[in-house]
């Protein structure tokens, strides 16, 4: 079966543009959850969508947005990007969402704001 | 202090040897406990959850866990080069979805 897929892999951006990052979860997983991880630390948790509702919202500005659509695809938008913005987006699925449900992450998304 | 918390290491160990690594969390209401394999420039990869006090085995890898003491671990038996990555331990609390939080991750290198 396929895991979680994202695109795309690389992404270089300038200060103040607006950027979009897409995820197809694991086939048969409803949820769907966004993390940022900077270089030498671990992944911190933006949103959880479940069944195309917001179920969590991690400390993170309102430049960040996403949405989870019908097919339970999800996209990450960022507005107005900072240089602090740069790092590896990822993209993890689950059946369901409760703490007992294993996350898998894809390949993530490499972004570079310069 | 941090809601979960590693030593980044490096951790060495000779080929063949047991690895333990270890993590400490504060908040009493976490349920779930994770350990992640990440190599450099991969994204995180699941190798081990555990619910409940006590042992959890898979292969070569062990997770104990004492909620009481509000620790967990992964011992990882007869080390391989290719076991050298960063590993990273992720907790979820009760009633929290399934958000995951991580801590800073350990760098384990099996030597030759």
């Known amino acids: 079966d396929a895991g979680v897929t994202q695109s795309p892999t690389h992404l270089i951006k300038t200060r103040g543009q607006q950027v979009t990052l897409r995820c197809s979860p694991i086939?048969?997983?409803?949820?769907v959850s966004w993390y940022q991880q900077v270089l030498g630390q671990g992944p911190q948790f933006i949103f959880q969508?479940?069944?195309?509702?917001?179920?969590g919202r991690g400390n993170f500005p309102d430049r960040f947005s996403a949405r989870q659509f019908p097919n339970y695809s999800s996209e990450l938008n960022v507005n107005a990007l900072l240089l602090g913005d740069s790092a590896l987006y990822l993209c993890?699925?689950?059946?369901?969402?409760?703490?007992?449900?294993?996350?898998?992450f894809g390949p993530g998304t490499r972004l570079t704001v310069t | 202090q941090k809601e979960v918390e590693q030593n980044s290491g490096p951790l060495s160990v000779p080929e063949g040897a047991i690895a333990s690594l270890n993590c400490t969390y504060s908040d009493r209401g976490s349920q779930s406990f994770f350990w992640y394999r990440q190599y450099s420039g991969k994204s995180p990869e699941l190798i081990m959850s555990?619910?409940?006090?006590g042992d959890k085995e898979d292969g070569r890898f062990t997770a104990q866990l004492n909620k009481a003491s509000q620790y967990v671990s992964l011992l990882i038996r007869d080390s391989q080069p290719s076991d050298s990555a960063t590993y990273l331990c992720?907790?979820?609390?009760?009633?929290?979805?399934?958000?995951?939080?991580f801590g800073t991750g350990t760098q384990l290198k099996v030597e030759l």
């Open positions: 969508y479940y069944e195309k509702e917001e179920r």
């Open positions: 555990i619910y409940s006090n």
């Open positions: 993890a699925s689950s059946l369901s969402t409760g703490a007992q449900y294993e996350q898998y």
């Open positions: 992720a907790v979820a609390l009760t009633g929290g979805g399934n958000k995951l939080t």
């Open positions: 086939s048969g997983h409803k949820s």
